[in-house]
């Protein structure tokens, strides 16, 4: 454990929040954050994802557990002394200074010499592409504009971590796009440890070294983008990111392999690395794009609910035969005939595509 | 004075710069512009008429008085002069009633926004609702009780004979009442007191639309809690600080039933000069010269603000 210290930028360690009132805000809360790391908070509001950032900035202090940078205890020191530039979602730019002011503050509340101070603070906006704007004021600067100050000024001061809280809600989607790839160039030129929280799970799935996944106060996974969506460790995080069909039942073991006693009588073939899960009732997620209609009705029968054209697919809504509700996505395919609702279909899942998920972070055993 | 009114955007809402008024249907269409004129002046029309009658005319009238050398009504023999205006620079007594007025003005503005500057800022700040509503309650509960109790209560307090130096002798703490009444110290007590909450009320609205994350930014970049608030919220509320001043302010100079019974015989400003004048020397010439001093006097007071608050508003402030 002691040789991996090096590489941890921030650490939490049973972090926990409460406000009073009986349910924690964060509870019990483990992280480790790895130095150059684009690491996302991710979560629906009220999951705790933003008193997190808090905490690590130091607005908030943990009912319980330690904060540490870089190996040094942090939990208590003050914002100003924790050296983490922060991001807003609203940019929370200082209305009354110019665009230079705005971003000199934090070299300037360093003390640092007034020629520092210039050739750094003209190098932050050359970095956000803003060169020439230095004399205006918030006010006159565009939304995506202002989020790139704000970026600036948080980047200008070296943090060893920036961290950001949802800095790119406020703006539209062709803008956030644009600002999401360059915000990602930015960290990895500047090899800064970047700390992002968002609701966004697109969002944290394109941008993100590695993601949190938070429900309820509660970590539900940490891992890759890839293996977040691929391997989700709990029904909860298979649902939030993306979509995925969630069927649940007792795991039996037969001669023809293991598989998933749905209701109804419908046999769910397995992946026979779910064989020592045998006799357990469990709950597996499919992403959609994994299913198929198969051609020779083997499958779990079922009908389709309702089609939605997506453009590159089409996302159908499918009942299977016991009441489960499945969803299947096809690309789009030219000159097939394709099933509408109503029709008759077998649902084709070819067992890797199964992966089993606890119900909660909590649960016992460890599904992955 | 709407001072709640008070924004920093970049076009100060009636400030000295004409706002750019945005579009306006004016010349569209074959109606003619001056129908909706007209609809704007007969809009206007009875606040228009209003502050004709009872403003201007009175002004006027005053005007007139201060340039006579006495009452025309009853008095035939009346010629203009300025009189008036070379006495009251003349005589270093009105001088100085001039001097204690703006003083007086200066000494209770300040109280006023030492006291409501953190409350306000407080106020602002609170999470809970219902707290805020009560502490609002709280702070503006007094001016629910009259001007003139509230001195009187203030008397009872004060006073040679009052609870404090009653207080205070009875436990052998002090020889001699303290004097706490009738002199300026008292008169700034009791008139402090009565415009708080006038501070208080202007500097909330200010305050609480500066966004807490802002401060919460500078921290991050490396400013102390103190220094977050001298560098982003303290001037950010300019503009709330200059509109409580100039209301408390104008309203301090301008008043008289505070001043006279908490200053008794001791203190002279122009409101109570101009009573003398009306009341005991039947001279309303020189009562109306000196209404035109404290009338400068405001008007020069609100220019300053205007200047200023448009020198903020532009950014330039810092």
């Known amino acids: ?368 | 004075m709407t001072t709640a009114d008070i924004t920093l955007d970049d076009t100060p809402r009636g400030g000295p710069r004409p706002a750019s008024s945005g579009p306006r249907p004016a010349s569209s269409g074959p109606r003619p512009a001056s129908s909706g004129r007209r609809t704007a002046w007969l809009l206007l029309s009875p606040a228009l008429a209003f502050f004709a009658v009872l403003f201007l005319m009175p002004l006027a009238v005053m005007l007139l008085f201060s340039l006579l050398t006495g009452n025309p009504l009853w008095d035939d023999t009346v010629t203009f002069t300025l009189e008036n205006y070379t006495r009251m620079v003349q005589d270093t007594y009105y001088l100085e009633a001039v001097g204690s007025t703006v003083l007086l003005g200066l000494y209770v503005t300040g109280a006023s926004l030492a006291i409501a500057y953190p409350l306000a800022l407080q106020l602002a700040r609170m999470r809970s609702a219902a707290w805020r509503s009560i502490l609002m309650i709280a702070v503006l509960s007094p001016m629910m009780t009259g001007m003139v109790i509230r001195t009187f209560a203030w008397m009872t307090l004060l006073a040679d004979q009052g609870v404090i130096n009653r207080t205070l002798t009875g436990a052998g703490l002090i020889a001699e009442p303290l004097p706490l009444m009738y002199n300026t110290f008292g008169i700034v007590v009791a008139m402090t007191h009565i415009f708080v909450p006038f501070m208080v009320l202007t500097l909330v609205g200010v305050l609480g639309r500066i966004d807490d994350r802002l401060e919460q930014a500078a921290q991050s970049l490396g400013a102390t809690r103190l220094r977050a608030f001298v560098e982003v919220t303290l001037p950010l509320s300019v503009p709330g600080i200059l509109a409580g001043s100039l209301l408390v302010f104008a309203l301090t100079i301008s008043s008289y039933v505070t001043p006279t019974l908490m200053g008794g015989f001791a203190f002279v400003n122009l409101p109570i000069l101009i009573y003398q004048q009306i009341a005991s020397s039947f001279n309303p010439s020189f009562a109306a010269a000196l209404g035109f001093a404290l009338l400068v006097l405001s008007m020069s007071v609100i220019a300053a603000y205007w200047r200023v608050l448009s020198r903020v508003g532009r950014g330039g402030g810092t």
């Not at chain 1, 991996?4 to 409460?18: C, G, N, R, V």
């Open chain 1, 1 to 368: 454990m002691r040789d991996m210290t090096d590489d941890i930028a921030i650490s939490l360690k049973a972090i926990s929040k409460s406000y009073g009132g009986g349910v924690d805000a964060v509870s019990n809360l483990d992280l480790d954050i790895r130095e150059g790391e684009f690491f996302s908070l991710l979560g629906p509001s009220g999951c705790g994802k933003t008193t997190t950032l808090r905490m690590i900035a130091g607005f908030e202090e943990p009912t319980a557990g330690r904060i540490g940078l870089g190996g040094r205890d942090v939990t208590w020191a003050p914002p100003h002394k924790r050296d983490m530039g922060l991001v807003f979602q609203n940019d929370a730019l200082f209305p009354h200074r110019t665009v230079h002011q705005n971003v000199a503050f934090g070299l300037r509340m360093r003390r640092l010499p007034a020629a520092e101070i210039a050739a750094r603070v003209a190098a932050a906006l050359a970095q956000v592409q803003l060169t020439g704007f230095e004399a205006r004021h918030p006010g006159q600067l565009s939304g995506g504009q202002q989020q790139r100050v704000a970026l600036a000024r948080a980047i200008v001061i070296r943090p060893r971590v920036l961290l950001c809280d949802e800095p790119l809600g406020a703006l539209d989607r062709k803008l956030r796009a644009s600002m999401q790839f360059e915000l990602k160039e930015l960290q990895r030129e500047l090899g800064v440890t970047l700390i992002y929280v968002t609701h966004d799970q697109e969002e944290a799935l394109t941008m993100s070294d590695r993601i949190a996944v938070m429900n309820g106060g509660r970590i539900e996974q940490v891992a890759a983008p890839d293996t977040i969506y691929n391997r989700p460790a709990t029904r909860f995080v298979a649902d939030f990111i993306g979509e995925a069909t969630l069927l649940s039942g007792a795991v039996v073991r037969g001669a023809e392999g293991v598989h998933l006693a749905l209701s109804g009588g419908l046999r769910l073939p397995l992946p026979g690395s779910m064989a020592p899960m045998a006799g357990a009732e469990r709950t597996v997620a499919i992403r959609p794009e994994r299913i198929t209609f198969s051609g020779d009705g083997a499958g779990l029968p079922g009908h389709i609910v309702d089609a939605n054209f997506l453009g590159t697919a089409t996302l159908y809504k499918t009942r299977l035969d016991n009441g489960a509700l499945a969803l299947v996505r096809l690309p789009a395919a030219s000159g097939e005939a394709r099933p509408g609702p109503g029709d008759r279909v077998a649902l084709s899942i070819p067992p890797d595509a199964i992966v089993p998920v606890a119900s909660g972070p909590a649960a016992d055993g460890d599904p992955a």
